[in-house]
C-alpha cells in the first residue's frame, strides 16, 4: 500500500511569512499532484509534476518533486489570506493516492 | 481547468431510504470517475473507481451492495447510497479523470441521514 505523509499537519502563520508543506512517502510515485481543498468544496488541482527534481512555479506557489519521485515540497512565498485552506498531495496512475493533508490559515 | 458538477450539492434523508448523487463531466468525456468520502478534518478516501460500461472496482471496506455506482455514459457516474444510516452521513465528492494523471473534483455532496 503506497502511503503519502504531509507535514505539517496543521499550519498556522501571519500573512506575508512563507512557509513550506511537505509530502512523502516511501514508494515511488510516476507523478505527484497537489490540490487546494476549502471548506464545503471539492479539491481543486494546483499542480502535476512528473520529472524527478522538477520545479515548478505558479504565481506565489513553487512546487517540487523529488529526484528519486519518493516526495514532493509545496513552499509559498508571502502569504495571503486566500491561501488559506487543507492542502494535498496525491500520487499516482488512475487511482489517486491522497496525502493526509495539510490544514493552512493564514492570519491577516 | 475541467469543470465537474455534482448533484445535489446538499441532501437530508431519512434513515432506511435512499440516496442518488450524480456526477457530471462538464466539458470532458471522462472514461473513469472516482468516488471518494471524506469524514470531518480528515483527507480524502477513495471508495470506488467507476468505468464507464463495466462494472464499478470497489475499495476494500466499502459494500458494494450498499453504495451502488453506475457509470452510464462517458460524462455521467451516479452514486446511490441504499438504506441510508446516520453512519452513511458524510461528504461524498466525485472525480472525473483526464489523461494519465490528473483527477477534476466536483464541488461534493453533504449527505446527511436522520
Known amino acids: 500500500t503506497q502511503l503519502l505523509e504531509q507535514s505539517p499537519q496543521f499550519l498556522s502563520i501571519q500573512e506575508g511569512e512563507n512557509l513550506t508543506v511537505y509530502c512523502n512517502s516511501s514508494?515511488?510515485?510516476?507523478?505527484l499532484q497537489w490540490y487546494r481543498q476549502e471548506p464545503g468544496e471539492g479539491p481543486v488541482l494546483l499542480v502535476t509534476v512528473v520529472t524527478g527534481g522538477e520545479v515548478k512555479k505558479l504565481k506565489r506557489l513553487t512546487f517540487q518533486f523529488g529526484d528519486a519521485r519518493k516526495d514532493s515540497s509545496l513552499h509559498i512565498t508571502a502569504a495571503q489570506p486566500g491561501d488559506t485552506g487543507l492542502y494535498l498531495c496525491?500520487?499516482?496512475?488512475?487511482?489517486?493516492?491522497f496525502g493526509t493533508g495539510t490544514r493552512l490559515t493564514i492570519i491577516p | 481547468g475541467a469543470v465537474v458538477s455534482q448533484h445535489p450539492s446538499r441532501v437530508i434523508c431519512k434513515s432506511g431510504t435512499s440516496v442518488k448523487i450524480e456526477c457530471r463531466s462538464l466539458d470532458f468525456q471522462a472514461t473513469t470517475m472516482f468516488w471518494y468520502r471524506q469524514f470531518p478534518k480528515q483527507s480524502l478516501m477513495l471508495m470506488a473507481t467507476?468505468?464507464?460500461?463495466?462494472?464499478?472496482?470497489?475499495e476494500q471496506g466499502v459494500e458494494k451492495d450498499k453504495f451502488l455506482i453506475n457509470h452510464a455514459s462517458l460524462t455521467l457516474s451516479t452514486l446511490t447510497v441504499t438504506s441510508a444510516h446516520p453512519e452513511d452521513s458524510s461528504f461524498y465528492i466525485c472525480?472525473?479523470?483526464?489523461?494519465?494523471?490528473?483527477?477534476?473534483f466536483g464541488p461534493g455532496t453533504r449527505l446527511t441521514v436522520t
Open positions: 514508494s515511488v510515485f510516476s507523478s
Open positions: 467507476s468505468n464507464e460500461g463495466s462494472k464499478a472496482t470497489y
Open positions: 472525480s472525473a479523470a483526464r489523461g494519465d494523471y490528473e483527477q477534476y
Open positions: 496525491a500520487g499516482g496512475e488512475g487511482k489517486l493516492t
